[in-house]
């Protein structure tokens, strides 16, 4: 089983930054891959970005990419996601995800532990 505790989010301007955290525990040594999903009011959830965990290998969704940058700190067991040029249509919910037998999956049902969230608001 792994824990994940994500924080970070808050309240931001459009074009502002902010970076969330994911502090991973438990048997860290079964994770593949670690990614990003959010998801906003009405809405299902959606891919954002994802990481190999032991490894530098990375995927994004084409609406982040360029402005988010996923990275992880296996001696911190922390996953980051930084996002820069915040959009209004970026408001969501953040979760992040661990896969033990998935490699850059863009789909949440196959993924399997979540964190509770950590919301992120964009201001026009």
């Known amino acids: 089983q792994v824990q994940l505790v994500e924080s970070g989010g808050g309240l931001v301007q459009a074009g502002g930054s902010l970076t969330l955290s994911c502090v991973v525990s438990g048997q860290t040594f079964t994770i593949n891959t670690m990614g990003w999903f959010r998801q906003a009011p009405g809405k299902e959830r959606e891919f954002v970005a994802a990481?190999?965990?032991?490894?530098?290998?990375?995927d994004y969704a084409d609406s982040v990419k360029g402005r988010f940058t996923i990275s992880r700190d296996n001696a911190k067991n922390t996953l980051y996601l930084q996002m820069n040029s915040l959009k209004p249509e970026d408001t969501a919910i953040y979760y992040c995800a661990e896969g033990r037998s998935v490699h850059l999956s863009v789909q949440a049902a196959e993924y399997d532990d979540w964190g509770q969230g950590t919301q992120v608001t964009v201001s026009s």
């Open positions: 990481i190999v965990w032991h490894g530098a290998t990375s």
